[in-house]
């Protein structure tokens, strides 16, 4: 596979769901993969501005150390950039070899599934999905929504 331009076969699809970035990761990782992968993501949250970020798993059969680091480096980054993310839907298998593989998982924030993801999200950061109304500009109630009055101060802007 080649960095450039990258075909759709070796892209991991992003969604905007709920408010948050979802990856899901169905396809073999590779160092081609993952940095496409990473600049494909950090793009993503660039132009939306959301701060919440799935990496789903669930997918992936073998993950090796340099794999789980190359994903653990692009969550930092993303964290970086503002947003939280949890990496959902590890197998029993693959937690197994990354644990024997890797022994510091500072940071990293897990959940079983994308249903307990979502769930951690919205806990902390509140309402999430309401961040896909503010995406939508061709919607005509964005521009006839009013804005709320925060004090005397508030209609000199």
Do not use: H
């Not at 070796?10 to 993969?33: H, N």
């Not at 340099?66 to 693959?94: H, K, N, W, Y």
């Not at 079983?112 to 993801?117: I, P, R, T, V, Y």
Request: hydrophobic residues 45%; charged residues 25%.
């Amino acid at each position: 596979m080649s960095l450039a331009g990258g075909s759709a076969t070796d892209r991991i699809p992003l969604q905007v769901s709920q408010g948050c970035v979802v990856a899901s990761i169905q396809v073999d990782l590779t160092e081609d993969v993952l940095a496409v992968f990473r600049d494909d993501l950090l793009g993503r949250l660039d132009e939306t501005g959301l701060t919440g970020v799935i990496l789903d798993v669930s997918g992936v059969a073998v993950m090796d150390a340099e794999d789980f680091q190359a994903l653990r480096a692009t969550m930092a980054m993303a964290a970086l950039m503002g947003a939280r993310c949890i990496i959902s839907g590890m197998r029993p298998g693959v937690v197994s070899s990354v644990v024997e593989l890797v022994d510091d998982f500072e940071g990293v924030e897990a959940a079983m599934n994308l249903d307990e993801a979502f769930a951690a999200l919205e806990r902390d950061v509140g309402d999430i999905g309401d961040a896909e109304q503010v995406l939508d500009f061709e919607d005509e109630e964005y521009w006839m929504m009013e804005f709320k009055d925060d004090g005397p101060d508030s209609d000199q802007i």
